[in-house]
């Protein structure tokens, strides 16, 4: 709540024509928004040129903020948008899944699946299987795993309900496990 | 049910560990001078945006006005021109006078542009200071 009080305090003061102190928002959030693009455009160019236009748009847009969310939800749903539209643009395909491969998984399998951290060539494979995640996945997993918010702000970022974050979030990993058994299958 | 399922999911250490290894390219040196500058430069542009928008309404709103109050004078108060405006002739006299009012009036033009200068410089003086 005091963040919130303190960002909303240099937001008018930016707005009253000090835009020096928008350096503020780019130290605290240019790396964690940077984390976020990297996941859904893995390049680091051009990762790191929508992170800059995510902050020109959030500077051009400062005037329209509301206060009816936190400043950082706003600004990682400015990045999401961004680059989605950088996806559609680059026309990139991401591959599918049949769901019936997946239904029929028991969660304690996943649970224990997901819990160990050591193998070092199942973190590889679970690299590759994020990697045919769509973006709406991907910053799902993102937000939730890395940068650690709450369901409901997940859900304010990506135009959702908490409810349907938590299904998505079920499903994700439900993916995952799938791509990684099916490819362990394919390799024989 | 959900919310325990949400729970046991925090556990999940191999995705943690997973997205920590795809994420691990940092933004390049320099990154946020090199926005700032590009903040400065949209600053600037926003401020010309919005003084040609206030320009361009005001402009409006003036024209708007006088086409107002011109077809309000011809139709509503019979005002005519011919009748209300004197004749204007030039003598010798008020011609000087006429050059030594726009002497004064240019000078007075060129004291505010100069003050309006000087103005922005130091203006911007401070901010480099800053």
């Known amino acids: 709540m005091r963040l919130m009080t303190e960002e909303i305090g240099y937001i008018r003061r930016i707005l009253d024509g000090e835009t020096n102190l928008f350096s503020f928002f780019l130290e605290r959030y240019s790396r964690p928004i940077y984390s976020l693009i990297i996941q859904i455009i893995p390049n680091h160019e051009d990762a790191e040129e929508l992170t800059q236009d995510t902050f020109v748009k959030a500077f051009r847009k400062l005037g329209a903020f509301k206060n009816d969310c936190s400043f950082s939800t706003w600004l990682y749903r400015i990045a999401y948008n961004t680059a989605v539209s950088a996806t559609r643009k680059r026309k990139i395909i991401f591959p599918v899944l049949d769901d019936s491969m997946i239904e029929n998984i028991p969660d304690e399998t996943i649970d224990i699946f997901f819990a160990g951290d050591d193998d070092e060539e199942m973190l590889q494979k679970l690299e590759q299987a994020i990697d045919n995640l769509n973006p709406e996945e991907k910053v799902l997993i993102t937000l939730y795993y890395m940068d650690e918010k709450p369901i409901n702000d997940i859900a304010s970022i990506l135009g959702l309900t908490p409810e349907n974050i938590k299904v998505k979030l079920f499903r994700v990993r439900r993916k995952l496990y799938g791509w990684i058994k099916n490819k362990e299958y394919e390799a024989g | ?130």
């Not at chain 2, 024209?63 to 011809?74: A, C, D, H, N, Q």
Request: glycine share 6%.
């Open chain 2, 1 to 130: 049910m959900v919310g325990l399922k949400i729970k046991s999911m925090k556990r999940d250490k191999a995705l943690i560990k997973a997205l920590n290894n795809k994420g691990k390219d940092s933004l390049s040196y320099g990154f946020e001078f090199q926005m700032m500058r590009r903040i400065l430069v949209e600053a600037e542009r926003k401020k010309k945006h919005s003084f040609i928008l206030g320009l361009s309404l005001i402009s409006m709103v003036s024209v708007g006005m006088i086409v107002v109050t011109i077809y309000v004078l011809m139709h509503y108060v019979s005002f005519c021109t011919y009748l209300t405006l004197p004749d204007i002739s030039f003598s010798t006299e008020t011609q000087s006078l006429f050059i030594l009012y726009c002497y004064i009036a240019l000078l007075v033009l060129v004291l505010l542009g100069l003050d309006a200068y000087f103005r922005k410089l130091r203006h911007k003086g401070n901010e480099k200071e800053s």
